[in-house]
């Protein structure tokens, strides 16, 4: 049998970056060898120092995010303390001094506000701010009492309607007042029963008023020459023509 030479190809050292024979003896050889182990353990040492380095860095960035938590319920904490002592001091300002208005204020639970009925605002307690359908916006007190006091000027500005007077007292002014006609009386002008436009048609008696177009005394007859009068002839017969035509198409006529 006959032998050939085989190629074994190379190897690929990842830690000396470099290409050794695919044998085990030549593999063996360079795993023995200094520079190999000296690659190794630099490699090793690399990992390690970049390990240690990753786990600082997720400690630091722990530790920075506990303190900025912490920094936020300090924050949170101060926030709620502030709003419910300004909260608690609306409602005694609202409940004690009834802030300038006239009615008592109701809490409505499903809303969350208070009502007062007589003045017609709602207050929020949360940002103290007033409500009315007037002013159509969250104000402040200011402003709503400002609302409030306009319109309670403008109702007490508003005239009061007396009664009507009597025809006795009135005297002289039942003359002004216009002529109406009796029931079954003749009314006093033409009554017209048919439309002023005669191509209009309307149904009802025929007027006894006849509306004719005023013609001129001097007016002559109109002189139509002989070209005039065969063109008006000629478009005369052309419309005949044409309705003749579309009879069929228009369906309205019986062949």
Request: glycine letters at 6%; proline letters at 5%.
């Amino acid at each position: 049998m006959t032998e050939y030479w085989v190629s074994q190809g190379n190897k690929w050292c990842d830690f000396c970056k470099i290409f050794i024979s695919n044998n085990p003896s030549s593999i063996r050889n360079h795993e023995l060898g200094q520079r190999h182990k000296d690659n190794v353990a630099k490699k090793l040492n690399t990992m390690r120092e970049e390990k240690v380095a990753k786990e600082k860095e997720q400690k630091a960035a722990t530790r920075a995010l506990e303190q900025i938590e912490a920094k936020a319920n300090r924050s949170y904490q101060k926030d709620v303390a502030s709003f419910q002592e300004a909260r608690d001091s609306n409602l005694q300002a609202l409940e004690g001094s009834a802030g300038g208005f006239s009615g008592e204020w109701e809490y409505d639970s499903s809303s969350g506000y208070y009502y007062n009925q007589t003045d017609g605002c709602y207050y929020d307690p949360n940002s103290g701010f007033y409500y009315t359908e007037s002013l159509g916006k969250w104000v402040t007190q200011a402003e709503v009492l400002a609302a409030i006091q306009a319109s309670s000027a403008s109702r007490q500005k508003k005239p009061v309607l007396g009664k009507p007077s009597s025809s006795k007292e009135d005297g002289p002014v039942s003359e002004n007042k216009p002529n109406v006609t009796p029931h079954g009386a003749p009314p006093l002008g033409p009554v017209l029963t048919k439309s002023l436009n005669p191509t209009r048609t309307v149904k009802g008696a025929p007027s006894t008023l006849t509306v004719n177009k005023r013609k001129r005394l001097d007016q002559k007859p109109k002189v139509v020459s002989q070209e005039e009068a065969a063109a008006l002839k000629a478009r005369e017969a052309a419309r005949r023509r044409v309705e003749a035509r579309e009879k069929s198409l228009l369906g309205l006529y019986k062949h």
